[in-house]
């Protein structure tokens, strides 16, 4: 498929930066549908959409339309995944790409009957510097990952009423924030983590405002991680091995590691690809998938983050609106 037609769902920060991205590489989005008319059709004014839709709905029936970038509150995924994937088109989802478990694996056998391609919109699988970082752990020189240390924090006003605290569109730092650390930690690891530890402080309104999590997978590797949304952390990972240490900060859309090999006290700066262009990384990498490479979306991994978050909010006994039906 040579001229793949974008279509995106929802006007807000997301989409406008998917737009710029594709106008960055000489592309457009040729359709655009958003549950209040008048903002879809200012978004298109704005980047010279071809299609707007009176109901956007209507998406999901168009023949033309090969994929759609779903970028509505992650509590609204799922139903509009199916609405797509139902109709034969291909998505990209932002994370988290569901509320659960249960949702993504629903997904995925449905996607594989109707034969199209899931991708989350997860940039740690697709910067370029991640790339070259796991060529530099497959050479050898650094020896075997064995821990991987994680912080991301935000401070957030305590307005319980926004999304980041409002249980009714899946606040939390854990589908907000946690999905990041994760999708990184899983990345460098050998295998899924399947054994979960976890602390936890609840917001006012029942979410997960802060926690504390650490988890070991059967090859011995660790990770530990420190998520809040009511203090400010450095987005910092750092991925210690037998032989050295890579770290990286501002990993969510990293372009620049630092690796030290401890025996000689060198250093390596490692720089690959940009910032700004981190949505361009994405919609080639799904671009690549629905052509035919559909491992180069990673869904193995993010269906392995997605497991480890049901299972930490499980054992916190905490759910959304939607699961207590």
Same mark, same amino acid.
């Given at each position: 498929?040579? @001229?793949?037609?974008?279509?995106?769902? +929802?006007?807000?920060?997301?989409?406008?930066?998917?737009?710029?991205?594709?106008?960055?590489?000489?592309?457009?989005?040729?359709?655009?549908?958003?549950?209040?008319?008048?903002?879809? %059709? @200012?978004?298109?004014?704005?980047? *010279?959409?071809?299609?707007?839709?009176?109901?956007?709905?209507?998406?999901?029936?168009?023949?033309?339309?090969?994929?759609?970038?779903?970028?509505?509150?992650?509590?609204?995924?799922?139903?509009?995944?199916?609405?797509?994937?139902?109709?034969?088109?291909?998505?990209?989802v932002e994370k988290?790409?569901?509320?659960?478990?249960?949702?993504?694996?629903?997904?995925?056998?449905?996607?594989?009957?109707?034969?199209?391609?899931? *991708?989350?919109?997860?940039?740690?699988?697709?910067?370029?510097?991640?790339?070259?970082?796991?060529?530099? /752990?497959?050479?050898? =020189?650094?020896?075997?990952?064995?821990?991987?240390?994680?912080?991301?924090?935000?401070?957030?006003?305590?307005?319980?009423?926004? =999304?980041?605290?409002?249980?009714? /569109?899946?606040?939390?730092?854990?589908?907000?924030?946690?999905?990041?650390?994760?999708?990184?930690?899983?990345?460098?690891?050998?295998?899924?983590?399947?054994? !979960?530890?976890?602390? !936890?402080?609840?917001?006012?309104? *029942? %979410?997960?405002?802060?926690?504390?999590?650490?988890?070991?997978?059967?090859? *011995?590797?660790?990770?530990?991680?420190?998520?809040?949304?009511?203090?400010?952390?450095?987005?910092? +990972?750092?991925?210690?091995?037998?032989?050295?240490?890579?770290?990286?900060?501002?990993?969510? =859309?990293?372009?620049?590691?630092? %690796?030290?090999?401890?025996?000689?006290?060198?250093k390596e700066w490692?720089?690959? +690809?940009?910032?700004?262009?981190?949505?361009?990384?994405?919609? /080639?990498?799904?671009?690549?998938?629905?052509?035919? @490479?559909?491992?180069?979306?990673?869904?193995?991994?993010?269906?392995?983050?997605?497991?480890?978050?049901?299972?930490? =909010?499980?054992?916190?006994?905490?759910?959304?609106?939607?699961?207590?039906?």
């Open positions: 498929m040579s @001229d793949i037609k974008w279509a995106v769902l +929802g006007t807000g920060v997301i989409a406008n930066e998917m737009a710029v991205a594709l106008k960055k590489i000489g592309r457009n989005i040729y359709a655009v549908g958003n549950r209040t008319y008048s903002k879809a %059709v @200012d978004f298109a004014k704005k980047y *010279g959409i071809e299609k707007v839709y009176d109901d956007f709905n209507d998406m999901f029936t168009d023949s033309d339309v090969d994929v759609i970038y779903i970028t509505t509150p992650h509590n609204t995924h799922i139903e509009f995944m199916k609405k797509a994937i139902r109709n034969s088109k291909h998505i990209l988290s790409i569901t509320l659960n478990s249960r949702e993504l694996n629903e997904a995925m056998e449905l996607a594989a009957l109707h034969n199209v391609v899931i *991708g989350e919109a997860m940039t740690i699988y697709h910067m370029p510097v991640y790339k070259k970082l796991k060529e530099i /752990l497959a050479s050898g =020189r650094l020896g075997k990952v064995n821990l991987i240390t994680m912080n991301f924090g935000s401070y957030k006003e305590y307005n319980m009423n926004n =999304r980041f605290f409002n249980r009714n /569109l899946a606040g939390g730092a854990m589908l907000d924030i946690g999905v990041y650390a994760l999708s990184f930690i899983r990345y460098f690891m050998t295998k899924k983590p399947d054994k !979960l530890l976890s602390q !936890l402080k609840k917001a006012p309104t *029942g %979410v997960d405002e802060q926690a504390g999590l650490l988890l070991m997978n059967n090859d *011995g590797q660790m990770a530990t991680v420190m998520l809040s949304l009511h203090s400010k952390q450095p987005k910092r +990972g750092m991925v210690s091995c037998e032989k050295g240490y890579i770290e990286i900060m501002e990993y969510p =859309r990293a372009f620049e590691a630092v %690796v030290t090999y401890t025996e000689s006290g060198e490692v720089k690959e +690809g940009d910032t700004r262009d981190a949505l361009i990384y994405e919609l /080639l990498d799904m671009e690549k998938a629905i052509n035919g @490479d559909k491992k180069c979306m990673l869904l193995d991994y993010t269906k392995d983050v997605m497991d480890m978050m049901t299972e930490f =909010r499980n054992s916190w006994n905490f759910k959304y609106p939607e699961e207590e039906l």
